[in-house]
């Protein structure tokens, strides 16, 4: 709760007028107290982890039914077709999850967040602060998920206990993303965590990362690769079609743990596998594309793991 009754008040406390977007965080939450803006992140969570992945199953059904090319010829892996209650089953096992797991764990765990100093007064960040410390939370998440990821799997124990539950699509989905053991869940939260400890900020700033780190997620568990995404101008980002490789390997897989970024597996050489596989079709698809403009053929460069 903010300690100014007025925008007058909260103008003299800072020295100067309230920005617009400052006046609008005061009208909201000046009678409001912390705890009820943290809990915000659990709505944010539920309407991300139903609406983002959501888009690609609509996606996917409606380019389908119209038997476009266009879209489905993005998709990694299109010999694998989950049907609609299928991919519903997994959103149900999510919402599951999040009902038991993780609405409570963010209910409690707003002493934690008060204690490292995420504040919700005034003033605002900036956005170049809000970049710095996104960006530090991305880069220790990315880092501390990598061999927290690498342990699920070179651990016998903790994949087929833990890990395996995750791995049950081998071909991934957007509502896939957060499919995990409950374990898991608790276990890969605490890097999600460490950054806002390690650099605080605004609360704002937290729940763009919270948004932000779970968009990411759903989009690289999507199943599609579009050239267009954004994401495609981000040095060092692994995108859907990096992660894909590691669900088709599955529980053998010693490749491609990074949750975000891919400099982790590149030093650690935890990404030869992929690479190889990249080099070979490269290799075989520049040599149907030269056998087929020789005959005069078409060549379709669609990406599949599973091609014969």
Request: aromatic letters at 16%; charged letters at 15%; proline letters at 5%.
């Amino acid at each position: 709760m903010l300690p100014y009754k007025t925008i007058d008040e909260a103008s003299a406390a800072l020295g100067r007028p309230l920005t617009a977007l400052e006046t609008l965080w005061f009208n909201y939450s000046a009678t409001k107290s912390d705890y009820f803006i943290y809990c915000h992140n659990i709505l944010f969570l539920f309407l991300l982890f139903t609406c983002a992945p959501a888009l690609y199953v609509l996606l996917e059904h409606l380019s389908s039914l119209a038997n476009n090319n266009k879209i489905q010829k993005y998709k990694i892996q299109p010999k694998v077709k989950l049907s609609l209650s299928e991919k519903f089953r997994c959103y149900r096992d999510v919402m599951r999850m999040f009902i038991l797991v993780v609405g409570p764990l963010q209910l409690v765990s707003y002493p934690s967040v008060k204690m490292i100093g995420i504040r919700t007064s005034l003033p605002l960040p900036s956005l170049g602060e809000i970049a710095a410390q996104l960006l530090v939370y991305f880069m220790i998440e990315d880092y501390t998920n990598y061999w927290m990821h690498r342990f699920l799997h070179c651990n016998k124990w903790g994949y087929e206990k833990i890990h395996k539950v995750h791995h049950e699509y081998t071909a991934p989905i957007g509502y896939a993303a957060p499919y995990a053991h409950w374990a898991e869940v608790l276990l890969l939260g605490i890097p999600s965590f460490l950054g806002p400890a390690v650099a605080p900020g605004h609360m704002i700033t937290f729940w763009l990362w919270i948004a932000l780190r779970q968009i990411e997620a759903i989009e690289t568990h999507s199943g599609y690769d579009f050239p267009w995404t954004p994401t495609k101008w981000i040095p060092f980002y692994g995108g859907a079609e990096y992660h894909d490789y590691h669900h088709y390997v599955g529980g053998q897989s010693q490749s491609n743990f990074a949750s975000v970024f891919t400099y982790c597996d590149y030093i650690y050489g935890t990404d030869k596998g992929y690479r190889y596989q990249k080099k070979v079709l490269k290799e075989l698809k520049d040599g149907v594309k030269s056998n087929g403009l020789q005959n005069g053929g078409s060549y379709n460069s669609s990406t599949d793991y599973k091609s014969d």
